[in-house]
């Protein structure tokens, strides 16, 4: 199947974001669970229809350059391709290569960005932003998220 094809075929997973700013449906005010530029968004239903382990991302981007990215990995997946930790992929994100790495929380492999100067997150001078991309989830929250 040639990439038009399958981009017109519907995603039989799911992308679910969770991003700052989002509008709190409790009391309607915006929330702020991550430091500034991460959010969390990840696939649900590639284990379950392919086998292959979910895919996860915390840059801040925009909600659609995020479903894309993590869209574009799930087409992949569907299409027979099987990604691996450490593994550096090219075509996913425009002319930026992204790397997959185990998320340190779960089975999921984070997509991983290298900063401006094309450095990654275990690189030496990585801009901080992009090192973040390495922790776990609970280092990643700011602590302002709603509690109610």
């Given at each position: 199947?040639?990439?038009?094809?399958?981009?017109?075929?519907?995603?039989?997973?799911?992308?679910?974001?969770?991003?700052?700013?989002?509008?709190?449906?409790?009391?309607?005010?915006?929330?702020?669970?991550?430091?500034?530029?991460i959010?969390?968004?990840?696939?649900?239903?590639l284990?379950?229809?392919?086998?292959?382990?979910?895919?996860?991302?915390?840059?801040?981007?925009?909600?659609?350059?995020?479903?894309?990215?993590?869209?574009?990995?799930?087409?992949?997946?569907?299409?027979?391709?099987?990604?691996?930790?450490?593994?550096?992929?090219?075509?996913?994100?425009?002319?930026?290569?992204?790397?997959?790495?185990?998320?340190?929380?779960?089975?999921?492999?984070?997509?991983?960005?290298?900063?401006?100067?094309?450095?990654?997150?275990?690189?030496?001078?990585?801009?901080?932003?992009?090192?973040?991309?390495?922790?776990?989830?609970s280092?990643?929250?700011?602590?302002?998220?709603?509690?109610?």
């Open positions: 199947m040639n990439k038009k094809e399958n981009l017109n075929r519907k995603p039989d997973w799911l992308v679910i974001m969770t991003k700052n700013g989002a509008i709190c449906t409790v009391c309607g005010k915006p929330d702020y669970p991550f430091l500034n530029g959010c969390h968004s990840f696939t649900k239903g284990k379950a229809h392919y086998g292959h382990p979910e895919f996860e991302l915390v840059i801040d981007l925009e909600p659609r350059q995020i479903m894309g990215i993590l869209n574009n990995l799930g087409y992949m997946v569907r299409d027979g391709r099987k990604f691996h930790d450490g593994e550096t992929v090219d075509g996913v994100c425009a002319s930026i290569p992204i790397k997959l790495i185990k998320s340190p929380d779960s089975a999921k492999l984070r997509v991983v960005f290298p900063d401006e100067q094309g450095r990654w997150p275990e690189d030496e001078g990585c801009e901080e932003l992009f090192k973040l991309q390495k922790l776990p989830l280092a990643l929250e700011s602590g302002t998220a709603h509690t109610h």
